[in-house]
């Protein structure tokens, strides 16, 4: 069936042969297509485009024969497989996930194992011969299928509890029922997927990094791999170089029984991939390879998400890595010098954001040695950040906007925490990993986070001023004396610094070397807003102070013909205005 191929209005198949524009297939759709065509191993998928969640948008209802063509996917999908969706005694279940053109890591919604219903539970019981399996599967289908299209809070169920009675506290709750036919479910659930788009995370995420509200998202259908099948089966996260230092060495995590969002999700804290390699030798050996292989492709470090089935290695997404501002400098740096790019491609991925987080202040030496460690983890995005602790979102983004530093602490961040985690000024967490929500959205904000500490750890602390070392992963009493680092002092900088300035389109000096006739903005009251510089800055050759070291002055500079400004660090600007001259012209 290597050659059948899905070509409908709303659906394409995603064996390999091709891999269609992420705009229209979304980021994970593009790289299930992209890994496909290397031969990776990678579970059987169709995807919906963005054009059918564009339709869904417009009209509040599924486009009319988008059915159709589901029913289609699906008899697609199991002559791939050799199963049966939703019967037989060889069922087949699939996932669906969002999947944008940009990545949005933990926004959007994922449900598992559709299909399963009490003859399918039977089946994969009978099949497995593990009854617990089965059991684990169907419960977290319906604990799934509660949340995202049920929309209820979902009461826990015991080991030995009654599925059916659980099943009907959720349906009361929702006032609606958990559909048995697979179709029903699987219509249902694309539905919440396609509404996920406008959830408030994912609004809030979207205005933050400025990304358009209309690109909308793609649902990738993809026959599941049970991660929980048995003891050498799991699922993980491995990222082709280190996420938070940059050291090219493969860096991850590994939980084993386990399946789909129990690794990120950071309610478990996972395992390294030292004991997928103890307990899946063959599958780890092979995970390493494709990562040099999908890194050389992309020639990206890359994020990738696995399972292993019954010591089987089956990919299931890999995107761009979020990194730490350290480790995106550091990875520009050394994969230019080994060749992967050029010096060009090195000043585009790292930004002005990313350096004065390096360049933001430490603690200075000695400052902790006597101070009082409450809390402890895995420190998981450098940096130092001081406030008063708060226990939710909505309370940080409250006294945040009040003007008071704030400190985020959770017992697990999720996706609806981003609006707090935005404001804060450090994050701390008693639960996850280094792959978990907190440590990869705390990474991409470059938001000191420190995940782990242990329940009941820094909940505690609420009302308490703390210093969070998120390097080193402590959380200290008080406000904590800190340093400012130096850029010609750090040689990854130092090198950056270098580069940029050769490429920069905008000259950048330092206090004491500014020419004499350089206009000073400091004198000027509304100098400080970058919508007042153009008209403050005409026909001037140099400008220093105010708002014209931020990135909007960098652009108004060079937008009114400056030929330099004066500023202290000097590399932010420089990338600030490397990033203006190769923006995308607007016709």
């Not at 319906?142 to 059916?164: H, M, S």
């Not at 925490?417 to 000024?425: E, F």
């Not at 500490?453 to 609420?462: H, Q, R």
Request: charged share 25%; hydrophobic share 40%; net charge negative.
């Amino acid at each position: 069936m290597q050659g059948e191929k899905l070509h409908g209005k709303w659906i394409l198949s995603l064996d390999g042969s091709e891999v269609p524009d992420r705009n229209l297939i979304g980021g994970k759709a593009w790289s299930i297509a992209h890994m496909r065509s290397l031969d990776l191993p990678v579970p059987p998928a169709f995807v919906i485009t963005t054009n059918a969640c564009a339709q869904f948008r417009e009209t509040g209802t599924m486009p009319d024969d988008l059915e159709a063509e589901l029913q289609a996917g699906m008899a697609w999908l199991e002559r791939q497989t050799g199963r049966r969706y939703g019967s037989g005694d060889k069922p087949l279940l699939v996932s669906v996930r969002s999947g944008a053109p940009i990545s949005m890591p933990g926004m959007m919604d994922t449900i598992l194992n559709l299909g399963i219903n009490d003859e399918t539970a039977l089946a994969l019981a009978a099949e497995s011969g593990d009854d617990e399996f089965a059991r684990d599967t169907y419960r977290r289908f319906y604990e799934l299928y509660g949340e995202i299209v049920l929309k209820v809070p979902v009461p826990e169920v015991g080991a030995d509890g009654d599925l059916q009675g659980w099943r009907s506290r959720i349906e009361a709750a929702a006032d609606r029922r958990i559909p048995s036919d697979p179709l029903e479910q699987l219509k249902h659930t694309v539905e919440a997927v396609f509404r996920s788009w406008d959830s408030r995370r994912a609004k809030r995420y979207r205005k933050h990094h400025d990304i358009s509200d209309d690109l909308g998202t793609a649902v990738v259908v993809q026959a599941m791999i049970f991660g929980n099948l048995d003891e050498n089966s799991g699922t993980g996260v491995l990222f082709s170089r280190n996420p938070l230092t940059g050291e090219p060495q493969s860096y991850g995590e590994y939980l084993c029984r386990a399946q789909g969002e129990d690794v990120v999700s950071g309610k478990f804290t996972p395992c390294t991939l030292d004991d997928m390699r103890d307990s899946a030798p063959e599958a780890y050996g092979l995970l390493i390879e494709a990562a040099h292989k999908l890194e050389v492709a992309n020639r990206e470090v890359q994020d990738i998400e696995f399972t292993v089935q019954n010591g089987t290695l089956y990919l299931l997404q890999s995107r761009t890595a979020k990194r730490s501002p350290i480790a995106a400098v550091r990875t520009a740096v050394d994969m230019c010098r080994e060749g992967e790019i050029t010096v060009e491609e090195a000043l585009q991925r790292v930004n002005s954001c990313q350096v004065r987080s390096m360049l933001s202040p430490r603690l200075k030496d000695g400052a902790a040695d006597n101070a009082e460690l409450l809390a402890s983890g895995l420190g998981v995005s450098h940096g130092i950040g001081t406030g008063l602790v708060v226990t939710s979102a909505d309370e940080a983004e409250s006294l945040a906007q009040s003007g008071q530093d704030v400190v985020l602490a959770t017992p697990t961040t999720s996706p609806d925490d981003v609006h707090g985690m935005l404001v804060a000024r450090a994050v701390i967490t008693e639960q996850g990993g280094s792959t978990s929500h907190a440590a990869v959205v705390g990474r991409a904000l470059g938001l000191p986070s420190v995940v782990g500490c242990g329940s009941g750890t820094v909940t505690s602390l609420a009302g308490r001023v703390v210093t969070v070392d998120g390097e080193h992963g402590n959380v200290y009493a008080g406000a904590l004396e800190v340093v400012q680092p130096c850029e010609t002092e750090d040689g990854l900088l130092d090198t950056l610094l270098e580069w940029a300035r050769e490429h920069s389109p905008l000259a950048v000096y330092r206090p004491e070397d500014a020419p004499e006739d350089t206009l000073d903005l400091d004198g000027l009251d509304d100098a400080a807003d970058p919508e007042n510089l153009p008209r403050l800055i005409e026909g001037v050759t140099g400008a220093r102070g105010g708002a014209i070291a931020s990135d909007e002055g960098v652009a108004a500079a060079m937008a009114a013909g400056l030929r330099y400004i004066v500023a202290n660090p000097t590399l932010p600007p420089l990338l600030a205005a490397i990033h203006v001259l190769n923006q995308p012209k607007s016709h």
